[in-house]
């Protein structure tokens, strides 16, 4: 085992924290306030340049449109380089608007198919001002009652919808279809799954890729199988990653199912896909309803760091000789050993290495900054969680 590139690929490892973590969320039934939360957009990037600071493993901060709207994109994305991060992956947003109650861009009315195109083209005027590759689209779109539309009407919309975005990529672009099974829809969605999702983007050319949110599949669905059919068609654009026990439940990363990231980690480093030159992007999609927001936010990015310590431990020279060899048990116990190794040592010490506290949840907590944006901060914002 060569741990040098072990502790090399965990330095370089990019994951890119959502804007709308550091809002105040909830469900529909409460959503609890927490002091210190950001006001503007601003202050959202300020939140997540802290979760940057203290892991140095969390350069980017994907944006929401309308929510992250600001006047001055640009001067936006110069505070959040001031900041030490960048603006990453521009989320549009198509399921707060009365407009979209039958659906957006599968509407059976074509004003309304219009105007939610006319919004995915201001996302990537939006690109264009931060300095953003990738356009991810989830659409709530679905139906609740048989026979309320037809099905097969609503994938052709769909297509052509997504061809007009398409088309308006430049060529260093990205459109990523996120999918998702079911809700805020509850008979049929219109995009519910990744065959769905990449049926789509192989339509739609090269620069399309699927979007796999981890809390988006039926209980007991294997999500690394999804992971490694998508790698092997070169489709995998990036990771929504969150943990769910019921729905879409928008928890910490590997706090419900840390086994389950590990096999997720366990396909992406077995295909190289570590390497961002392959074009996965490594994202949270998380709010934090109850925890602080930050400290939620940093354990989520150590999490995965720690997934992908144990994915790169496993001994991949003795693994493939025991599948080979059809030794069943032989096999799977070094994916096992690799998996019940502790590897919070050596994850500090990657930090320590890279001049970082050793411990980011100790650090941040002694930095004083909670108490800070506490008092500075009065009246913040809550996040739209309309999803
Ligand atoms: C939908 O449930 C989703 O996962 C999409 O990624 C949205 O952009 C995000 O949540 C925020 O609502
Ligand atoms: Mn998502
Ligand atoms: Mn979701």
């Given at each position: 085992m060569?741990?040098?590139?072990v ?6 490892q990019?994951?890119e ?8 969320s909830g469900t529909?039934?409460k ?9 503007d957009?601003?202050e ?6 802290q ?16 929510w992250d709207?600001?006047?001055d ?7 959040a380089r001031?900041l ?8 549009s ?11 957006s ?5 074509a004003?309304?198919?219009a105007?939610?195109v006319?919004h995915?083209l ?5 690109m ?6 990738d ?15 037809s099905i097969?009407?609503?994938?052709d919309?769909?297509a052509?919808?997504?061809?007009e ?8 672009e990205?459109l990523l279809?996120?999918y998702?099974f ?11 799954d990744w065959?769905?999702s990449?049926v789509?983007?192989l ?8 979007v796999l949110?981890?809390?988006?599949h039926?209980?007991g ?11 092997r068609l ?30 997720i980690?366990?396909e992406?480093v ?7 030159a ?5 994202m ?5 309803n ?11 990015i150590m999490n ?7 994915a790169?431990?496993?001994d991949?020279?003795a693994?493939?000789d ?14 096992m ?11 500090a010490q990657?930090r ?12 941040y ?7 800070r944006i506490?008092?500075e ?10 999803a």
């Amino acid at each position: 085992m060569d741990i040098d590139a072990v502790k090399d690929a965990l330095a370089a490892q990019a994951i890119e924290v959502p804007s709308w973590a550091y809002g105040n969320s909830g469900t529909r039934f409460k959503v609890f306030g927490s002091p210190g939360t950001p006001r503007d957009p601003f202050e959202k990037i300020a939140d997540a340049a802290q979760v940057n600071l203290f892991t140095g493993a969390a350069p980017r901060v994907s944006l929401h449109i309308p929510w992250d709207r600001v006047d001055d994109l640009a001067a936006l994305a110069q505070y959040a380089r001031d900041l030490g991060v960048e603006i990453g992956t521009i989320n549009s947003n198509v399921f707060q608007d009365d407009d979209y109650r039958l659906g957006s861009l599968t509407n059976a009315d074509a004003a309304i198919r219009a105007k939610a195109v006319a919004h995915h083209l201001e996302c990537l005027d939006v690109m264009r001002e931060t300095g953003s590759r990738d356009l991810k689209i989830w659409l709530p779109d679905g139906t609740n009652y048989p026979g309320q539309d037809s099905i097969r009407a609503r994938q052709d919309r769909l297509a052509d919808g997504l061809a007009e975005i398409y088309a308006a990529l430049r060529p260093d672009e990205r459109l990523l279809l996120e999918y998702k099974f079911f809700e805020p829809y509850f008979y049929t969605t219109d995009v519910p799954d990744w065959g769905t999702s990449l049926v789509h983007c192989l339509e739609l050319g090269d620069q399309a890729m699927v979007v796999l949110d981890t809390g988006h599949h039926a209980p007991g669905t294997n999500i690394e199988f999804i992971v490694a059919q998508l790698l092997r068609l070169d489709r995998l654009g990036a990771f929504d990653f969150n943990s769910r026990f019921y729905a879409d439940d928008d928890l910490i990363v590997g706090a419900a199912d840390p086994f389950q990231l590990f096999r997720i980690m366990h396909e992406i480093v077995q295909a190289g896909a570590l390497d961002p030159a392959v074009g996965v992007n490594f994202m949270l999609d998380q709010c934090h309803n109850i925890e602080d927001k930050i400290p939620g936010q940093i354990r989520s990015i150590m999490n995965v760091q720690e997934a992908t310590a144990k994915a790169l431990l496993v001994d991949a020279d003795a693994l493939a000789d025991a599948q080979v060899a059809g030794d069943v048990l032989g096999a799977n116990a070094i994916l096992m050993d690799a998996y019940a190794t502790d590897v919070r040592p050596l994850v500090a010490q990657v930090r320590e290495e890279k001049g970082l506290d050793p411990d980011p949840m100790r650090a941040y907590a002694a930095s004083g900054y909670a108490e800070r944006i506490a008092a500075e901060r009065v009246g913040g914002q809550q996040a739209s969680w309309g999803a």
